[in-house]
């Protein structure tokens, strides 16, 4: 990943001090994710509820290695949220974010990156490419409240890391960023979609990885083989969404970003 290039460290813990792990052997277990979840998805009929123990023992089967259905973890993970609708409702910092994001690049595309900047009040007079980017990052998101604002605030700084990593490329030079193009557009909020999905699920399921795996490097490898996949997946669905086309700045772009999340979790719902 990129986030080494312009950060020392994670910029927060991607869990919050309050997360509890859920015991197997607990029958107060799912307290904080129901077993059942109350809200159906009335938008995708052929739906099944999971309960989290699934979600759990699927992604515990993965880590362990006895499975190496990477599908099914996801579906199970959807499922115990509440489907891909309910996940959609509960994505607030990412969709935000999301938009945020996009309205960003779409400055930098339209009218250059020194306006976009004092247009957001950040000073980049005499700092360096990288002390500007890491000011985007509270931009985009600055609320790390929950495990979900958390998810997103990581996301941006993957995102920022690779507009850095752009820069360097370019020798430094941050107004390269003006010329992002239509490809380059759709595949920093692919990153970026692709991340806090990602985020969002270790934060629940890791756990699965610390208490089944006592090799680090395995669990490191069986993280990044489930976040290629994610990936993959988000990189497919996007090319059919066209979030690249959007007008960041219009009074639809909510909606069109609710039906982005959505179809982005639908494809891991349906994994049959």
Request: glycine letters at 6%; one cysteine or more; charged letters at 35%.
């Amino acid at each position: 990943m990129g986030t080494s290039s312009i950060y020392d460290g994670p910029v927060k813990s991607l869990l919050p001090g309050d997360y509890n792990d859920f015991d197997d052997n607990n029958p107060e277990d799912g307290q904080e994710h129901p077993d059942t979840p109350e809200d159906l998805d009335e938008e995708n009929p052929q739906w099944i509820p999971c309960r989290w123990k699934d979600a759990k023992d699927a992604m515990t089967r993965y880590a362990k290695g006895s499975s190496s259905d990477k599908g099914n973890v996801m579906s199970r993970y959807v499922g115990a949220s509440g489907g891909s609708s309910q996940l959609t409702k509960s994505s607030i910092s990412g969709k935000n974010a999301t938009i945020n994001l996009g309205r960003v690049i779409q400055g930098f595309r339209e009218i250059g990156v020194e306006k976009t900047l004092r247009s957001l009040q950040i000073d980049y007079v005499g700092k360096s490419a990288k002390e500007v980017l890491s000011e985007l990052v509270n931009v985009i998101s600055s609320s790390t409240n929950t495990k979900e604002d958390i998810a997103a605030r990581g996301a941006v700084v993957e995102v920022i890391s690779e507009l850095y990593d752009i820069v360097v490329e370019n020798g430094g030079d941050i107004e390269v960023l003006h010329r992002i193009d239509e490809e380059l557009f759709r595949k920093v909020i692919e990153i970026f979609v692709s991340e806090y999905i990602f985020i969002r699920v270790m934060s629940d399921l890791q756990s699965r990885f610390e208490k089944h795996v006592d090799n680090p490097k395995e669990s490191v490898k069986k993280e990044k083989e489930l976040k290629d996949y994610i990936k993959v997946k988000v990189e497919l669905r996007m090319r059919e969404m066209k979030p690249e086309s959007r007008d960041y700045n219009s009074s639809s772009v909510e909606k069109e970003i609710d039906n982005l999340y959505k179809a982005c979790f639908r494809v891991f719902e349906e994994y049959l």
